[in-house]
Every structure is written in C-alpha cells, then in structure tokens.
C-alpha cells in the first residue's frame, strides 16, 4: 500500500487544517487507517485512527480537536483539527494496516506558531 499525505503547513494557535492521505489500494482490503506524528526530539505517537467498519480512536489530546474520517470510496483517510496549539507542531504520518502489515506514507509537516 502506498500512501500519499498533503494538507500540512503553518496556522496561528487556534486555526485549524485538514490533513488528507490518499491510499493506493481499495479500501476494503485495508483494515485501519490514520494518523500518527512526530514533534522535534520526540518519539513518534498515534493521534487517531478509523477501522474498516467505521471504529474511530483517538488519543486523548486528539478528542474534542480533532476528527478522523474516512471514504472507502475513495480510498481516502482525512484528520480535521481545530483548535491547534503549538504543541501540536510535528510531522504527521498517515498509515495504514493491511494483512496484519503497517505501512507509512511520507508525513506532513504541521507547525502552528504566531
């Protein structure tokens, strides 16, 4: 599975962005699929992620801020944020489960400063 992230940039606290990724393969050979990031200096961590049957999860700072979905039909996973803090600055990775396999896509940079 080759995945395709885009959507990252720079927004004020506050602001929001929509981060897209773009599956190679049908969706329905892909079991869960989402989003993981990686801020300067620190270990990589899951933020969100939806099933193949529409099961959403979401690591704590995520809930409330941020929201996962996903278009079978289009082979599409996207992650809307809102209320963005510096903290969230870091490179998101959009990945994807198939037979029990995890792949990565390229990450997008995020970075929310004044």
């Known amino acids: 599975v080759q995945l395709q992230a885009s959507g990252g940039g720079l927004v004020q606290p506050g602001g929001s962005l929509r981060l897209s990724c773009a599956a190679s393969?049908?969706?329905?050979?892909?079991?869960?699929m989402g989003w993981y990031r990686q801020a300067p200096g620190k270990q990589r961590e899951y933020v969100a992620g939806?099933?193949?049957?529409?099961?959403?999860n979401y690591a704590d700072f995520a809930k409330g801020r941020f929201t996962i979905s996903r278009d079978n039909a289009k082979n599409m996973v996207y992650l809307k944020m809102n209320s963005l803090k510096p903290d969230d600055t870091a490179v998101y990775y959009c990945?994807?489960?198939?037979?029990?396999?995890?792949?990565w896509g390229q990450g997008t940079l995020v970075t929310v400063s004044s």
């Open positions: 990945y994807a489960v198939a037979i029990s396999t995890m792949y």
């Open positions: 393969r049908s969706s329905s050979s892909i079991e869960d």
């Open positions: 939806v099933t193949r049957g529409g099961i959403l």
